[in-house]
């Protein structure tokens, strides 16, 4: 019978307690063996690109580099290592700098240790382990905002329409009906772009036909 490989597991945690916490579960834990510690991203870089660890768990919150550019750097040099975020935040801007980073999941630390090797272990059948909460972020990421394009009036997406067509001001204001003027175009295209939020012809194009 074969036997089970061992993850080999890094972890970059500032925190001494969480890193005598985090060293000990893992330690106690069937198949996984910690084979090196560090508190700062400096020195995980170094190190962790000699080491090749099977996955690394990170802390964000690092002194000077934080975790998210140590991990993109770390990947650079050895794309075959994951990564697993191991943080306090769960503010929707390091979820997804992680992810687009490279992260193969994100656990919030009020979890604990043990939601942390839940984490591993859903990793290790090829899944991408994620809290709850930081889950229905990513979900709700993916959704229309009905209620953004619910403020578009009709006129509007008739000439958001247009817009898309590639129509000028002159001509967007020839082709409705009943047919307005090029200045009206243009305080309706003032309006949409207050609306959805956006600078300029081509983000409103954009966002409106993400959305419809």
């Known amino acids: 019978m074969n036997t089970p490989k061992t993850t080999k597991i890094s972890i970059v945690e500032n925190s001494k307690a969480w890193m005598r916490t985090l060293v000990e579960a893992l330690q106690e834990t069937e198949g996984m063996q910690v084979i090196d510690i560090h508190s700062c991203g400096e020195d995980a870089f170094k190190k962790i690109i000699k080491t090749l660890p099977d996955i690394v768990i990170m802390e964000i919150d690092l002194p000077q580099m934080n975790g998210i550019e140590c991990m993109m750097r770390i990947l650079r040099k050895a794309p ?18 992680s992810l687009k980073g490279g992260a193969s999941g994100y656990i919030l630390k009020k979890e604990g240790a043990e939601g942390l090797i839940k984490g591993i272990e859903e990793w290790k059948a090829g899944g991408s382990p ?17 209620q953004l394009i619910q403020r578009i009036s009709m006129r509007e997406r008739q000439i958001l329409n247009l817009l898309a067509k590639g129509l000028l001001y002159k001509e967007i204001a020839g082709e409705l009906n009943p047919q307005i003027s090029e200045g009206t175009v243009k305080q309706h295209i003032h309006r949409i772009y207050k609306k959805l939020q956006v600078n300029n012809r081509t983000e409103a194009i954009n966002k409106y036909l993400k959305y419809v």
């Not at 075959?80 to 700098?97: Q, V």
């Not at 994620?130 to 009905?146: H, Q």
């Open 80 to 97: 075959s290592i994951s990564f697993l975020m191991f943080s306090t935040y769960e503010h929707n801007k390091y979820i997804f700098a």
């Open 130 to 146: 994620m809290s709850r909460s930081v889950a229905c972020k990513v979900l709700r990421s993916f959704r229309p905002n009905t």
